[in-house]
């Protein structure tokens, strides 16, 4: 007998390029030390439930009336849900087309579209249609189905932030497509240079490329950096010189830890600027319910919004959105419940308030305590994290580690943080897994576990780090940024 279709040997290529770190080698290596009994912290993926974060009150009781309408039906059902509760529950039923049980619109639910789009309304002060809005299962499905339209194969380019969140190299691996990297200068904040994008895109084309697209994740990940708006206009002056459709990944807007730079949408921005450029540009925006005070991650809810985009590439990817049939439901009504919170007078605002405020304050707190206790260390330096839920520190290795990891067959960075595994069970990611600039090292952690055991975990941290540093330093010595 041959090789089969599914041995290794012949299997689609795109798929075995594909590399997704956040889940990869130390991931890998962290689950085989927890079942070896290892007290494992993992901090390699923005999971805000898994490390103790509380789900809010009011959008539980609402999808759990939804969950087991039985319960509407029942007498004792007003002592034990609150009463906007049970309205909610009601409203969302009725949109549905038989309950959470029956598949809605491939787009998803109507009702919960214009839900988002009068969100979108009051957010940036300029009407939205809901028949350009789609429901997804989470945003990266919606990022996935965006950039299988635009990417026609290899010659195909996509300008992506460096570091970036591995989900764009990897669907553009899956997808045959070419990745062109943007790198963000760290020295500026992890701030964006448009004369870095030009070049980008020279280099591109020099390599027979047709850079089609551009992606922003605003506020950062890794890199926990809010655009702003003076940014994002020459970002979209970019797009318009370039003729490039823009790729908004907005999902961290809710995380934001300093005053100086609030969350401002790209389509605000675009709005603002007026025609030609606000006519012209074709944005895709996408948001979820996985992130933010929610972190509702394994719900799977999200959405897209198509701005500028002809009604016949909307019909294509309506058609593409109907062969799953439908988004998740119940994730559909966790949208909508983050959409359209609860107002001031309702009988659970209140307790909506005071939960998501308290996580919100916490994460700010926690930002802080960690940027800190990271530049507290021999040899690593951290930008503060403005937004979203990861610190992205530089490390800087002694040539001693750097050869010491050679030897071992390891990136330098992916060394350090098997080496901070095994002696603290702290799980982060190796810089080498968003991309960084030749010869310069991170790690990416999250800001999410409990505040209470932070100081615990900085301080096991900083006893690793200062011990590798001084056992590979060898009287080396830099001069810290």
């Known amino acids: 007998m041959g090789l089969k279709a599914l041995d290794y040997e012949t299997m689609n290529e795109n798929v ?57 039906d029942d007498p004792n059902v007003g002592l034990i849900f609150p009463a906007d509760a049970i309205a909610r529950a009601k409203h969302y039923l009725s949109l549905t087309s038989g309950g959470l049980g029956a598949y809605s619109d491939s787009r998803g639910i109507p009702g919960v579209r214009k839900e988002v789009a009068e969100f979108i309304e009051r957010r940036d002060g300029y009407p939205s ?24 194969g290899q010659g195909d380019g996509v300008l992506v932030p460096v570091p970036q969140y591995p989900l764009y190299s990897a669907t553009i691996s899956l997808f045959g497509g070419s990745l062109v990297p943007y790198y963000l200068e760290e020295t500026a904040n992890w701030g964006l240079d448009v004369n870095n994008l030009r070049e980008s895109v020279a280099q591109a084309r020099f390599k027979g490329i047709t850079v089609r697209a551009m992606v922003i994740i605003n506020p950062g990940n890794p890199t926990g950096q809010c655009l702003s708006e003076a940014n994002l206009r020459e970002i979209l002056n970019f797009c318009y010189q370039e003729n490039l459709v823009l790729l908004g990944d907005e999902v961290y807007q809710q995380n934001i830890y300093q005053d100086k730079r609030p969350f401002i949408s790209s389509r605000k921005v675009l709005m603002d600027m007026g025609p030609p450029i606000s006519k012209e540009v074709q944005l895709v925006s996408f948001h979820t319910v996985s992130k933010g005070y929610w972190g509702e991650c394994g719900q799977r809810g999200g959405y897209f919004e198509m701005t500028n985009i002809p009604p016949k590439t909307v019909d294509e990817i309506y058609k593409i959105a109907s062969i799953s049939l439908s988004p998740n439901v119940p994730a559909q009504i966790f949208m909508g419940l983050m ?81 901070l595994l095994e002696a603290t069970g702290i799980s982060t990611v190796p810089g080498s897994g968003f991309g960084q600039k030749e010869g310069v090292f991170h790690l990416r952690t999250t800001i999410l576990p409990a505040e209470e055991d932070m100081p615990e975990i900085m301080s096991s941290f900083k006893k690793f780090n200062d011990e590798f540093m001084a056992q590979y330093e060898d009287n080396w010595n830099r001069s810290r940024m």
């Open 16 to 72: 075995k390029k594909v590399q997704y770190a956040v889940r990869g080698e130390l991931y890998l290596r962290a689950s085989e030390l927890q079942k070896e009994g290892k007290k494992i912290i993992f901090t390699n993926v923005g999971n805000p439930h898994a490390l103790g974060q509380k789900p809010l009150t009011f959008p539980r009781q609402v999808v759990a009336l939804c969950q087991a309408p039985f319960l509407l």
């Open 129 to 152: 249609d809901p028949e350009l809005i789609f429901l997804t299962d989470g945003a990266s499905k919606g990022v996935m189905q965006i950039l299988n339209c635009i990417i026609r």
């Open 339 to 419: 959409v359209n919170p609860l107002k001031p007078g309702d009988v659970s605002y209140d307790q909506y308030v005071r939960e998501s405020k308290g996580i919100l304050e916490s994460l700010r707190r926690r930002a802080r305590l960690m940027t800190d206790g990271f530049n507290s260390c021999k040899n690593v330096v951290c930008n503060f994290t403005e937004g979203a839920m990861y610190s992205f520190p530089q490390l800087r290795l002694p040539p001693k580690a750097i050869e010491a990891a050679k030897q071992a067959g390891k990136v330098p960075d992916v060394f350090y943080c098997l080496k």
